[in-house]
């Protein structure tokens, strides 16, 4: 289809024409022309929104659904639909489906699932056979069928010569590892954040050193063998503190922070709603605030919903039986919004693309239109009438959210 943006604000530092506000036609998914006043012409559907501002298409580094295995939960088809009206015209999907994602032919399941959509999904294949941290799957063959990195989705890598080999043998194809950063020996049977609140609440807790010593000793592997590391969704002030002196020793490790660990601490658990119940536990204001300074720095490179959605039979229980996991897509601009500048949030939106290698394309003429579409101005409190997805369990229901996400433009086509 073809389009025509007007009054469009371009947020994005790559483009001759960030902060202005300009007319922007598309044709066939290429960006045909930019200019302060462009003209309707036959063929060409006319998007007038209120103060609508478009930047590089928004990328997510961890976002789960149910299918294959898990359909109730969710479908590709319907989280595709989700990722695109809440702005992200990329996705990188976890491999905890029903079987593992481990095999290129998974791999080739889930690209083919998602063809011919305005939101591109990039497979994550599992770094182990079934995720059970024993043998390494077959890389390579993944990443030739479309996989863009390795890694079992909440599951720590217990055994530090497995990681060693991981490294070693992915830089022979330039893969990216990722390593999730819990101490299992560490955090026993914990559900929630150790601290006082724990106490309190009489439930057992995960202290953040089993995250710390895990993230110590894979920076240690990272050091001895070289090769790329990501390690997603950190949650304390200590990991920040260790991933920046790796940066600064030149070691190429990379890493992410889930968005509730950004604006929800400990003490919403006082409730004992289950949709606050996340791996990582929800940690300190201190984390809060030494997180937000990780990004503020460079040194936490990406935000990710960590989308994960749960059905009610394994949400709604009790607190030690439901399983880890809140959606996050719908609710993600709003709250970055709310908590970073517009230029902090649009930047840890799309820098995920550079580190997963995957294309991150500015805004110019001749070039392909890959934009999300917002406005951001106003509040509004997040309620039920926001979640598109199939499964309910957000932890942002009740919160305050800053700007609106309007949608999509990318692969020729448009979701507004």
């Given at each position: 289809?073809?389009?025509?943006?007007?009054?469009?604000?371009?947020?994005?530092?790559?483009?001759?024409f960030?902060?202005?506000?300009?007319?922007?036609l598309?044709?066939?998914?290429?960006?045909?022309?930019?200019?302060?006043?462009?003209?309707?012409?036959?063929?060409?559907?006319?998007?007038?929104?209120?103060?609508?501002?478009?930047?590089?298409?928004?990328?997510?580094?961890?976002?789960?659904?149910?299918?294959?295995?898990?359909?109730?939960?969710?479908t590709?088809?319907?989280?595709?639909?989700?990722?695109?009206?809440?702005g992200f015209?990329?996705?990188?999907?976890?491999?905890?489906?029903?079987?593992?994602?481990?095999?290129?032919?998974?791999?080739?399941?889930?690209?083919?699932?998602?063809?011919?959509?305005?939101?591109?999904?990039?497979?994550?294949?599992?770094l182990?056979?079934?995720?059970?941290?024993?043998d390494?799957?077959?890389?390579?063959?993944?990443?030739?069928?479309?996989?863009?990195?390795?890694?079992?989705?909440?599951?720590?890598?217990?055994?530090?010569?497995?990681?060693?080999?991981?490294?070693?043998?992915?830089?022979?194809?330039?893969?990216?590892?990722?390593?999730?950063?819990?101490?299992?020996?560490?955090?026993?049977?914990?559900?929630?954040?150790?601290e006082?609140?724990?106490?309190?609440?009489?439930?057992?807790?995960?202290?953040?050193?089993?995250?710390e010593?895990?993230?110590?000793?894979?920076?240690?592997?990272?050091?001895?063998?070289?090769?790329?590391?990501?390690?997603?969704?950190?949650?304390?002030?200590?990991?920040?503190?260790?991933?920046?002196e790796?940066?600064?020793?030149?070691?190429?490790?990379?890493?992410?922070?889930?968005?509730?660990?950004?604006?929800?601490?400990?003490?919403?658990?006082?409730?004992?709603?289950?949709?606050?119940?996340?791996?990582?536990?929800?940690?300190?204001?201190?984390?809060?605030?030494?997180?937000?300074?990780?990004?503020?720095?460079?040194?936490?490179?990406?935000?990710?919903?960590?989308?994960?959605?749960?059905?009610?039979?394994?949400?709604?229980?009790?607190?030690?039986?439901?399983?880890?996991?809140?959606?996050?897509l719908?609710?993600?601009?709003?709250?970055?919004?709310?908590?970073?500048?517009?230029?902090?949030?649009?930047?840890?939106?799309?820098s995920?693309?550079?580190?997963?290698?995957v294309?991150?394309?500015?805004?110019?003429?001749?070039?392909?239109?890959?934009?999300?579409?917002?406005?951001?101005?106003?509040?509004?409190?997040?309620?039920?009438?926001?979640?598109?997805?199939?499964?309910?369990?957000?932890?942002?229901?009740?919160?305050?959210?800053?700007?609106?996400?309007?949608?999509?433009?990318?692969?020729?086509?448009?979701?507004?």
């Open positions: 289809m073809n389009f025509l943006l007007k009054a469009a604000t371009v947020i994005d530092p790559s483009s001759p960030h902060h202005q506000t300009v007319d922007i598309i044709e066939n998914g290429i960006i045909k022309d930019i200019d302060a006043l462009l003209e309707v012409s036959e063929n060409v559907e006319e998007i007038k929104l209120h103060n609508l501002h478009v930047s590089k298409g928004w990328f997510d580094s961890s976002v789960s659904y149910g299918e294959p295995g898990y359909e109730e939960r969710e590709i088809e319907n989280g595709l639909f989700v990722a695109a009206k809440s015209t990329g996705i990188a999907l976890n491999p905890n489906t029903l079987p593992i994602i481990d095999t290129s032919a998974s791999v080739g399941f889930l690209k083919g699932k998602s063809l011919q959509n305005a939101v591109s999904l990039y497979p994550i294949g599992a182990t056979v079934k995720s059970e941290g024993v390494l799957a077959e890389l390579y063959d993944m990443q030739q069928a479309g996989a863009i990195a390795f890694g079992d989705y909440k599951k720590a890598i217990q055994n530090p010569n497995l990681l060693k080999i991981a490294l070693l043998y992915a830089q022979n194809f330039d893969g990216l590892v990722l390593s999730y950063p819990q101490d299992n020996s560490i955090a026993g049977k914990g559900m929630v954040h150790e006082e609140q724990s106490t309190l609440l009489g439930l057992k807790g995960i202290p953040a050193l089993a995250e010593l895990q993230i110590s000793r894979d920076l240690f592997l990272l050091e001895y063998t070289g090769g790329k590391l990501h390690i997603p969704t950190i949650s304390t002030a200590k990991s920040v503190q260790l991933i920046r790796a940066k600064a020793k030149g070691l190429q490790v990379s890493c992410s922070v889930s968005v509730h660990h950004l604006y929800l601490t400990d003490q919403e658990l006082s409730s004992f709603d289950t949709n606050y119940k996340v791996l990582p536990p929800l940690r300190t204001q201190k984390d809060i605030e030494a997180l937000l300074e990780g990004i503020k720095d460079g040194t936490i490179d990406m935000v990710t919903s960590d989308h994960q959605p749960i059905d009610i039979e394994h949400k709604k229980v009790e607190f030690d039986n439901a399983k880890y996991g809140t959606i996050g719908e609710s993600t601009f709003g709250i970055l919004n709310t908590v970073l500048s517009l230029e902090q949030t649009i930047n840890v939106l799309t995920g693309r550079d580190v997963f290698k294309e991150n394309i500015s805004i110019d003429k001749g070039n392909r239109a890959n934009l999300s579409l917002f406005n951001p101005k106003g509040t509004n409190t997040f309620s039920l009438d926001h979640v598109l997805s199939t499964s309910k369990n957000s932890a942002f229901l009740g919160k305050e959210i800053t700007g609106k996400v309007y949608g999509v433009i990318s692969n020729g086509k448009g979701i507004i």
